[in-house]
């Protein structure tokens, strides 16, 4: 009698060691991060900005977050959301990733999303503000440290409206991350007694501008607004200055429009003022240190894809020293980021409900080669998070 239970006892403690030793070795192997980014494209500067950024502070940590060390696994996702199911796919199934930091357009994260939720897989989205992530989507494992698509069109919206402008059009490329700009830009652009008298759209990521441009002229409006980003907002500023708008009737965007994008801008970029949360001339001691040290890492300068990225790797890092470097751990993980004060050169933010930056939008405008912050146009805004149920 008492040999079958010696080895009943010797096999549970076994089976015991067995369970144990791959949790043990997840939470203090290397911490495999799946970069699914843009490196192709309209988009391919902003990817390359937001690894930079993610990398410069994982450097900074000694290259560990939460006592692990990281590892890259690398996709270009072509910002073509028909194949961002197996792109994700490809890293979670492949490449056994343990969380995915992803990425600049808004329809390759929607698809994102779904596959993180069905997986349960960490998602940290370091651009894309398609509502629907922090919103219907929401969840413990996912989690956005950019923005949220309507909220620079409504800092602008409330901007316009307080100087009086009365009758925009807006012009973007017809996809969710351009409907929900100007929808957050109509919105608070209207309340404020505007009227958006025109919407107009080129499908993403066409830049056949000149047809649009005919008609903002033939409108006349007191103003446009408009959301591009990448090689689109270079040809689009430099289009609107050629087509001769440039100084009748004023241009105002989301601050993407000239992110990143000044150099090849040049003088077409020059005056024009938009708004978002960040700024080239914070001067902050934060700030300051974070441009030196990208500066010396990348020989130029960051702009705000940078600064989602840098602060995509802090969420991570607040996260998983919290899970102990247990990324399976999703409560402990999710109450860590939700206490947190991320310190972003943005400025410090924490985290709504729904796990997207709450935070300040600034108004710029462009003065040589920077984004030079004229005032605050919004502050403190919430993402809503509306249809967020976790
Ligand atoms: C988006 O698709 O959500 C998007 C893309 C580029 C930006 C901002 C938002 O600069």
Redesign the pocket.
Known sequence: MKFPRLTTLVAATLLATAAATPALAQSSGKLKVGLMLPATGT?AA?GTAIENGFKLYVAEQGGKLGGREIEFYNVDDESDPSKATDNMNKLIKRDNVDVVVGT????V?MAMAKVAKDTGTMLIVP????NAVTGPMCGKNIYRSSFT?SQPGYAMGEALAKKGVKRVVTITWK???GDESVGGFKEAFEKGGGKVVEELAVPFPSVEFQALLTQIASIKPDAVYTFF??GGAVKFVKDYAAAGLKNSIPLYG?G?LT?GTLDAQGDAAQGLQTTLHYADSLNTPKDNAFRLAYAKSYKQQPDV?AVQGYDAAQILGVGLAAAKGDIKNQDAFADAVRKATIDSPRGPFKMSKSHNPIQDFYLREVKGKENVVVGIASKGLVDPGRGCRM
């Open positions: 988009f902003l600049v357009h808004s329809g994260a651009n894309a503000g398609a698509n996809y969710a991350a980003a990448g989301a993407f992110d894809y």
